[in-house]
């Protein structure tokens, strides 16, 4: 159950970080920039949940 916790957080911090980039590099965001948010998030938790599980 924590594995999922920290797969939630580690994503929106992923996300988050993502988003500043993307505010200071453009000066804004655009569909593109939500559409790579989604899909920083997504592989993030993938990738938590996947190394997790094969470290147990």
């Known amino acids: 159950m924590i594995q999922y916790a920290a797969?939630?957080?580690l994503a929106c911090a992923a996300a988050h970080l993502l988003l500043?980039?993307?505010l200071r590099r453009f000066g804004g965001v655009t569909g593109?920039?939500?559409g790579g948010l989604a899909e920083t998030a997504a592989?993030?938790?993938l990738l938590v949940l996947t190394l997790g599980?094969?470290?147990q």
């Open 7 to 9: 797969a939630v957080l």
């Open 20 to 22: 500043r980039h993307c």
């Open 32 to 34: 593109d920039v939500f």
């Open 43 to 45: 592989t993030t938790v």
């Open 53 to 55: 599980h094969h470290a």
